[in-house]
């Protein structure tokens, strides 16, 4: 199914989590690394020291090669095992839990993998969209498309209160969280004071980006 994905899928550089990262890790990992951008741009930015990816697809982790210090190709649980325990300071999962079948249990292993202390950067696309409930109240229409929230690989899909409990539930701490795609300034007053106060602004987040501590 990724197979007719384009070269900006796996090579896109996830700058918007700078606020999020700490200042400096030596043992990084990112499940999904795509084709190793945003790994790469860690250690060139001196966020990271050594950096390990994971990746499914064999032609992007070809390319991740070149810029990430060791890569693992294959299926993320099948090859979690090769990896130390307590072994990474930082760990990204941007965009990839909501592929795999059981990220609950990913999630709990990888809270095994971190040394205490550590910092879990998760992405998540947010189901709760305007676009997506919208329709579906309207119409009945859930429709899959390329890409997006409605990407036909997701497996998964998740709210704010869902992403948060699959989080605190493996152990881990929230301690900050970005909503992507909210703008208070594009939204009329009454709007804007209605989604700034209640759970309807998650109705225009189109992601929500975590971060969480071991």
């Not at 982790?61 to 070149?66: C, D, E, N, S």
């Not at 990839?96 to 205490?116: A, F, I, N, Q, S």
């Amino acid at each position: 199914m990724y197979e007719t994905k384009d070269n900006n899928y796996f090579s896109f550089v996830r700058k918007d989590i700078a606020p999020l990262l700490p200042s400096q890790s030596a043992e990084v990992l990112e499940l999904g690394c795509g084709a190793g951008g945003t790994l790469g741009w860690l250690k060139a930015e001196g966020y990271a020291g050594h950096t390990t990816g994971m990746e499914l697809c064999a032609e992007p982790a070809a390319i991740a090669r070149t810029r990430v210090d060791k890569v693992f190709e294959g299926d993320v649980n099948a090859t979690m095992g090769q990896l130390p325990l307590e072994g990474f300071d930082l760990v990204l999962c941007l965009d990839v839990l909501e592929h795999l079948v059981d990220p609950w249990e990913t999630v709990k292993r990888l809270y095994g993998l971190m040394r205490t202390g550590g910092t879990l950067i998760v992405s998540l696309p947010n189901i709760q969209h305007y676009k997506v409930v919208l329709p579906l109240l309207l119409k009945g229409t859930w429709q899959y498309k390329e890409d997006g929230i409605m990407d036909r690989t997701h497996l998964r899909f998740f709210s704010r209160q869902s992403a948060s409990e699959m989080l605190t539930n493996a152990g881990f701490k929230i301690s900050d969280c970005i909503d992507s795609g909210y703008n208070s300034r594009r939204i009329f007053k009454f709007w804007k004071f209605l989604l700034s106060h209640t759970s309807m602004r998650d109705l225009t987040a189109s992601q929500f980006v975590f971060r969480a501590e071991k």
